[in-house]
């Protein structure tokens, strides 16, 4: 099992999703089999954002989130999407363009660790597939749930651990051996979707994720698993 330093961690995901941006919205749809656009709309709807409010999206990549996000707080409200890929975030920049959503959403270069946002700017922060990449987990929720306001969802989407007998047995020989396959098919090479499994090793069961956004300070956390339970939405509210 690969593991990371925190600064270590952050370069080598720099550099891995840099190698894939180009590619990732395709690869996401492929690989999910299209689920990705349902978990993306659910996890939004957990938000509980309303029109004319500010929501935030971190690790927010090529901006998918971002724009559920958009739909839903109209011309009236504000969306940010931050990430620390450059790479990924032209993607979101020359995509956004061509949506009615490109005086909503703005994006912003920055570490998930340390938020470059005052305390309780925003009514959610949401966070898709990116908590098993930061370097420190309760950092990166402490740092969501800072920056809400009172009342205010903190919203995480994520690959999960599977429980259903044969299904999860199924699900983990899709993971090591034909995402990785698939993945050097979409884009040259196969670290970037070897590293997939790695990271899922090294996250929290769903259970323990949801323990821990209660240690943080969010109230009520729960979680919903979605597709068999290989992704996960978990919610906290402020």
Same mark, same amino acid.
């Given at each position: 099992?690969?593991?990371?330093?925190?600064?270590?961690?952050?370069?080598?995901?720099? %550099?891995?999703?840099?190698?894939?941006?180009? *590619?990732?919205?395709?690869? =996401?749809?492929?690989?999910?089999?299209?689920?990705?656009?349902?978990?993306?709309?659910? $996890?939004?709807?957990? &938000?509980?954002?309303?029109?004319?409010?500010?929501?935030?999206?971190?690790?927010?990549?090529?901006? %998918?989130?971002?724009?559920?996000?958009?739909?839903?707080?109209?011309?009236?409200?504000?969306?940010?999407?931050?990430?620390?890929?450059?790479?990924?975030?032209? /993607?979101?920049?020359?995509?956004?363009?061509? $949506?009615?959503?490109? =005086?909503?959403?703005?994006?912003?270069?920055? =570490?998930?660790?340390?938020?470059?946002? +005052?305390?309780?700017?925003?009514?959610?922060? &949401?966070?898709?597939?990116?908590?098993? =990449?930061?370097?420190?987990?309760?950092?990166?929720? $402490?740092?969501? *749930?800072?920056?809400?306001?009172?009342?205010?969802?903190?919203?995480?989407?994520?690959?999960?651990?599977?429980?259903? /007998?044969?299904?999860?047995?199924?699900?983990?020989?899709?993971?090591? %051996?034909?995402? +990785?396959?698939?993945? %050097?098919?979409?884009?040259?090479?196969?670290?970037?979707? *070897?590293?997939? +499994?790695?990271?899922?090793?090294?996250? +929290?069961?769903?259970?323990?994720?949801?323990?821990?956004?209660?240690?943080?300070?969010?109230?009520?956390?729960?979680?919903?698993?979605?597709?068999?339970?290989?992704?996960?939405?978990?919610?906290?509210?402020?």
């Amino acid at each position: 099992m690969l593991e990371l330093k925190s600064e270590d961690r952050e370069k080598f995901c720099q %550099r891995l999703f840099s190698d894939i941006a180009c *590619r990732y919205d395709f690869l =996401n749809t492929v690989l999910s089999l299209n689920q990705d656009k349902y978990w993306r709309r659910f $996890t939004v709807a957990k &938000t509980g954002l309303k029109v004319g409010e500010r929501g935030l999206d971190v690790c927010c990549g090529t901006g %998918r989130i971002c724009i559920e996000q958009a739909k839903i707080v109209g011309v009236t409200g504000s969306v940010i999407g931050l990430d620390f890929c450059h790479d990924m975030l032209n /993607i979101a920049e020359r995509d956004i363009q061509h $949506t009615q959503f490109n =005086n909503t959403i703005k994006l912003v270069e920055g =570490n998930a660790m340390e938020l470059p946002f +005052p305390d309780d700017t925003f009514d959610c922060a &949401t966070i898709g597939f990116g908590l098993r =990449n930061v370097s420190n987990i309760k950092i990166a929720l $402490t740092e969501m *749930r800072r920056v809400i306001r009172p009342g205010g969802r903190v919203v995480s989407l994520d690959l999960a651990k599977p429980g259903i /007998i044969g299904f999860k047995e199924l699900y983990k020989i899709y993971l090591e %051996r034909v995402i +990785p396959l698939l993945g %050097r098919l979409g884009v040259g090479k196969d670290a970037p979707y *070897r590293w997939l +499994p790695e990271s899922l090793k090294q996250f +929290p069961h769903q259970v323990e994720l949801c323990a821990m956004f209660g240690s943080v300070g969010l109230k009520e956390p729960t979680y919903y698993e979605l597709t068999g339970g290989i992704v996960a939405v978990h919610v906290g509210i402020k």
